[in-house]
């Protein structure tokens, strides 16, 4: 049903993808200030807007583009945090080579210094292609996946809330469970440490060793050492990000629109040739939405992250022995009790919360490009 917007005098119809109702809006995508006070904590229900979402073909070019614009987002994010990424790893599975400088003073920085000066650049970078190939699928069908089944759940649940919390963590599910044996090589290969002056594995040499080992008999099975637990984690790890991302875009629109949203003017430049209702928030504002997003999601689903990186190395220790995540974890409780499980969560930070600042910021952006709500 058409909706008369109060300002312009005609009527419109809403955009299928909007997440707010149409009508707090006016013709220039800003919120109109009669309902600026009627947004703040405000748990919209299963509104129109998004059952209008299921006509096939508008859908299915959005589906289309926010996946491609998601495998991007995803790309450029671990691409900024490959070298904090590598050290972490290191860290996690308390590579002999590397442990003495967890829980140190400055010890990320010592870690990189002596990677740098052992390999160079390279060993920085050492697993990123396969992480490249990884995360592009995963981000790519994470970012679709969450935007169809936050319009689908929207039918059901009147909780917007829930529904951001219950998409992302399906939607975790999902593309974790797509992308988990490249994780693993990925992994394996960022903990090798070779011999100074030696090259590093190949893909297809870790894949094979990953393979050969004895601890399945079916080696396929080897690619997946700790995927129970990984979906278990994926759980708060992607609903918390996508809950708390969605809740603070949400008030950076409403309740400190007028420091965090772009100004009228410069949105009203392109207002002509655009069906954009969401008003695009400033690079500082949306930097600090994902990074707060992410930080949120490391700290709930860190013990879980642990304990799943000790079991995908395992098989380079002991190839024919099989770990369960029971022994990893009380493992690591007797060596250091709770805070053996947070080991590398302080690099973690440091990684985590400019990888999706980029990821959401880069998402986001694309998103306006393409004129997608």
């Known amino acids: 049903m058409p909706i008369v917007d109060r300002h312009a005098g005609a009527a419109s119809e809403p955009y299928p993808h909007s997440s707010t109702p149409s009508s707090l809006y006016t013709r220039e995508g800003n919120i109109d200030p009669v309902h600026d006070k009627e947004i703040e904590g405000m748990a919209f229900p299963a509104d129109k807007t998004i059952e209008a979402a299921h ?6 070019s959005y589906a289309v583009k926010t996946l491609i614009i998601g495998g991007i987002a995803g790309c450029t994010a671990k ?3 490959a070298p904090l990424d590598r050290v972490k790893i290191l860290f996690q599975t308390h590579n002999a080579h590397f442990a003495k400088y967890a ?4 010890g990320l920085l010592k870690a990189g210094a002596a990677i740098y000066r052992k390999y160079g ?3 920085l970078f050492q697993g990123h292609s396969m992480q490249l190939a990884r995360i592009f699928p995963y981000s790519a069908i994470k970012f679709m996946t969450y935007e169809q089944l936050k319009m689908m759940l929207g039918q ?3 909780d917007q ?5 219950l998409a992302g963590s399906l939607c975790g599910i999902i593309s974790v469970s797509v992308s988990y044996p490249l994780d693993m090589i990925r992994v394996r290969m960022a903990y090798i440490t070779p011999e100074s002056g030696a090259r590093a594995e190949r893909v297809r040499v870790v894949a094979r060793m990953i393979y050969q080992e004895q601890a399945h008999r079916f080696g396929l099975f080897n690619f997946f050492r700790g995927f129970p637990l990984s979906l278990v984690g994926i759980i708060p790890y992607a609903g918390v990000s996508f809950l708390t991302h969605e809740y603070l875009t949400s008030l950076a629109r409403g309740r400190f629109a007028a420091v965090a949203a772009m100004p009228a003017d410069a949105q009203q430049a392109q207002v002509h040739r655009r069906r954009r209702k969401k008003p695009e928030l400033r690079a500082w504002a949306e930097l600090t939405a994902g990074g707060l997003s992410g930080l949120f999601a490391q700290t709930a689903s860190y013990p879980f992250e642990l304990v799943r990186r000790r079991m995908q190395i395992a098989g380079a220790h002991s190839p024919s022995a099989r770990v369960s995540a029971v022994q990893i974890a009380r493992s690591v409780w007797e060596q250091a009790g709770v805070r053996g499980f947070f080991v590398g969560l302080t690099i973690g930070y440091v990684k985590i919360v400019p990888m999706f600042a ?3 910021y880069t998402y986001e952006k694309l ?3 393409f004129d997608l709500d």
């Open 55 to 60: 006509i096939p073909e508008e859908n299915t």
């Open 79 to 81: 691409t900024v945090v």
């Open 103 to 106: 829980g140190t003073h400055f």
């Open 121 to 123: 650049v390279r060993g």
């Open 156 to 158: 059901h649940i009147r």
């Open 161 to 165: 809330h829930l529904r951001n919390f």
């Open 358 to 360: 980029v990821s959401f």
């Open 367 to 369: 998103k306006a490009l």
